[in-house]
């Protein structure tokens, strides 16, 4: 492994980094609520996505005739990193920048590029990933939502459920099934639905959080240009894979953990408890110590991936096993910091008393949702155990 960053990757970070200075507002800066619960913040949070793009930091691995800057892993990560660490805000548009544009690139149709690429990038268009259905989640070949298809339009019927972003997107990339003859991974296409078609109702689902930031969604004969088909006829489980794949690395990104932990470690010298500071308690600075550790190993694997991807290795189960390790230890460094604050941990982000900006019980209450999202832990371990370490499939294919 070998990551000492050449004269151009350093340039790219001091740019960066001098741009960050010029552009990122103080008001804006480790502002972790969750945005998209917030519907007054939409229009900040486009902006803030457009000005980004602009300056060229968005979608960087893109290929340039995509609009993105034909960047390497690296350059990538060194962007990420310090985007993380400048305390940017997220991107709005992230499920179509790190989800269905590189699904497009890899499996679209020319005329597709050219259409829902560049508003993807200045986030005019946002999208949302209409996969799950009330009974299909972890199991997700199994998906009922029909098309059928009517002249040069396909019509939709059926639900989705947990649709994060439905309720201010503009569009959906969605699972149906085309086939209900074939074995049910065959029968199955991807297709590109305009959340303003008329049979569409969105209803949204409120969290533990308090936020309404997913949704029920549901199509009644929904009419789909036939031209919005991605990938083929039923052949919507290989796209809808490589789809996941992106999503599993977006989910298992490992710089804003290592911020978190370092921001457990604020707060555990900073907050008393008993007379001293909390790291003083041995039990604390046994769970510091057990966190610390995963923390570091959770990192050298990402080095690890970097190199393999570098040297144009496959990936394997990587994207499976940063989605467990990352999505998991970001539930237990909430956990803990909420254990330090003992009964300040529950305290409103409007209460003089709170701590860190109340972002520790959003954060525990959050970080659950994300061991679910994308698929579960449990399914992410059965891929582990089945594609990586070759033990037996189990009967029932997961997602
Ligand atoms: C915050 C959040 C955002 C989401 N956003 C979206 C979105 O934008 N779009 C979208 O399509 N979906 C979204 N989802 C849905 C998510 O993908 C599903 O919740 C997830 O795949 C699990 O499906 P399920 O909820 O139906 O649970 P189930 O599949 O019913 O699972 C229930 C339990 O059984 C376990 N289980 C199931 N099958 C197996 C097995 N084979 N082996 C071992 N254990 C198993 C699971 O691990 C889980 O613990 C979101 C979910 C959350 C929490």
Redesign the pocket.
Known sequence: MDLSLTPAHEALRRRLRTWLAANLPRSRRDDRSVEYGEPERIPAAKAWQRKLYEAGFVAMRWPREYGGQGADVLEQTIVDDELVRAGAPGLIGLLGVEMLGPTLIEWGTPEQKRRFLPPVLTADEIW?????EPD?????ASLRTRAELDGDHFVVNGQ?V????AHLADWMFCLVRTDPEAPKHAGISYLLIDMRSAGITVRPLV?MTGDA??NEVFFEDVRVPQANLVGGLNNGWQVANATLAHERNMLGATTRTQQTFQSLLRLARTHGRGGRSASADPVVRQHLADLAIRVETMKLEAYRQLTDSLRGRPSGIAASINKLVTTELNHDLARTALDILGSYGPLGRRDARVRDRGVWPLDYMFSL??I????????QK?IIAERGLGLPR?A?P??
């Open positions: 949302c990933q209409g996969y799950s299909s989640g972890s199991d997700l989705k947990w649709t994060s972003y969290q930031g997913f949702g994300l679910i999202g994308g698929g579960t832990s449990q399914i059965n189990e029932r997961g997602r």
